[in-house]
């Protein structure tokens, strides 16, 4: 994945698998391998400050994916983390592209509903034995709808590590806060 102006490779951008929660994030020199993907799956790729792209798979090797400059002026969006004091979990692919990804998806939800509400949540959600995200709280209340928004977002975000104590999984907590301003 690259620039389409400058041809610079894009770190952290997402490619993923349409209508299924299998998505990767691009390296430091803008690849990716997404793995046992049948022939016409829709990817749909993404990179923050970037027009979203969507193409049809036909290949095992997919030609240069040179991404547009989003020009549109977004609202501002925050998003920080507040895990519990011991875990230890994390995203697969780490927590920088994880929140990049998350500021991303509030963001183009913003742009696409000018109308939605706009404010603050905090979604709670346990990561079980197995790396499942599940049994999500609107630890906050928040409206309704942005509630559902961040809870899509969470769940079509990058899988997650399991955690280890004296060679057992366990289940954690985690809390995010997303800002939709």
């Given at each position: 994945m690259i620039d389409a102006d400058?041809?610079?490779?894009?770190?952290?951008?997402?490619?993923a698998l349409v209508g299924h929660s299998t998505s990767v994030m691009t390296d430091s020199n803008g690849n990716?391998?997404?793995?046992?993907?049948?022939?016409?799956s829709q990817l749909?790729?993404?990179s923050i400050g970037?027009?979203?792209?969507?193409?049809?798979v036909k290949d095992s090797i997919l030609p240069i994916i040179?991404?547009?400059?989003?020009?549109q002026v977004l609202?501002?969006?925050?998003?920080?983390?507040?895990?519990?004091?011991?875990?230890?979990v994390s995203p697969k692919n780490g927590w920088k592209a994880y929140n990049e990804y998350l500021i991303t998806s509030a963001a183009r939800?913003?742009?696409?509903?000018?109308?939605?509400?706009?404010?603050?949540?905090v979604v709670g959600f346990t990561i079980d034995k197995t790396g499942k995200l599940k049994d999500f709280k609107n630890q906050n209340k928040a409206e309704p709808l942005l509630f559902e928004e961040a809870v899509r977002i969470v769940k079509e975000g990058d899988m997650w590590n399991v955690t280890y104590k004296k060679k057992k999984p366990q289940?954690?907590?985690?809390?995010?806060i997303i800002d939709f301003k």
């Open positions: 400058n041809q610079q490779a894009l770190v952290g951008g997402t490619v990716f391998i997404l793995r046992n993907i049948p022939r016409n749909i790729i993404k970037y027009q979203p792209t969507q193409l049809t040179a991404m547009q400059e989003d020009k609202s501002e969006v925050v998003v920080s983390s507040h895990p519990d004091k011991n875990q230890k939800f913003v742009a696409q509903h000018p109308q939605a509400p706009r404010g603050r949540v289940t954690k907590k985690a809390e995010f």
